[in-house]
């Protein structure tokens, strides 16, 4: 139990288009599903806090215009990062917290590659 | 202070060794502490957890232990095998209204477990 999917798990696009990450619960419901990213060796950032049905919550300094989250349903979550480039490359990862248990559980993450 | 700070950066041990991972908060609203491994390439994967009323909590290998005056927790593997070698993440939460379970992360230690 407790699995969270991301779809896709790499991407490659080039500077100036905007790509779509999915998250999705697959055996529980989440309230609240997190976006992290990762730098190599690094710790993972936290981007925002994703509620159902209600707008995101940005942490400081991330542009929300840029990464735009929607969170859909109890097991949807999805980042769109528009206007992609180079320096948005890196590891983005979702989390989904367990209504009921209340842990948090993490995708296998995405790696982004903007040319 | 919403910070959690972790050591060692990083560490080697020989098979069969009990590699300990440490980390210290200073805000007393901390109320649940877990513990993620992650391996290259993928998401983290949530090991064990804790809770300030007990001071020392173990699945299979995997121990925490718990100093609520000290404001800290660690991390033992024991008998630690080569698969074991990756990166640990500590964590803590605070229980805010509303209580959505934002994690604070450690900066990670790296492990490498030798054969």
């Known amino acids: 139990g407790a699995v969270v999917s991301q779809h896709p798990s790499w991407v490659i696009c080039k500077s100036g288009t905007s790509v779509k990450i999915e998250c999705r619960s697959l055996d529980f419901q989440a309230t609240t599903m997190f976006w992290y990213r990762q730098f190599p060796k690094q710790s993972l950032m936290l981007m925002a806090t994703?509620?159902?049905?209600?707008?995101?919550?940005?942490e400081q300094g991330v542009e929300k215009d840029k990464f735009l989250i929607n969170h859909a349903s109890l097991t949807l979550s999805t980042l769109t990062v528009t206007s992609a480039h180079p320096e948005d490359s890196s590891f983005y990862i979702c989390?989904?917290?367990?209504?009921?248990?209340?842990?948090?559980?993490f995708g296998p993450g995405t790696r982004l590659t903007v040319l | 202070q919403q910070q959690v700070k972790q050591s060692p950066q990083s560490l080697i041990v020989q098979k069969g060794g009990i590699p300990i991972i440490n980390c210290a908060y200073e805000?007393?609203?901390?109320?649940?502490f877990p513990w993620y491994q992650q391996f290259p390439g993928k998401g983290p994967a949530l090991l064990i957890a804790?809770?300030?009323?007990?001071s020392e909590k173990k699945e299979g290998r995997f121990t925490i232990s718990f100093n609520k005056s000290a404001k800290q927790f660690s991390l033992h593997i024991m008998d630690s095998q080569p698969g074991d070698s990756a990166t640990y993440f500590c964590a803590a939460s605070i229980r805010e209204v509303p209580d959505t379970g934002k994690l604070i992360f450690g900066q990670g230690t790296t492990l490498q477990v030798k054969p």
């Open positions: 804790i809770r300030p009323d007990v």
């Open positions: 994703s509620n159902e049905g209600s707008k995101a919550t940005y």
């Open positions: 805000n007393t609203a901390f109320d649940y």
């Open positions: 989390s989904a917290r367990d209504l009921l248990a209340g842990e948090q559980f």
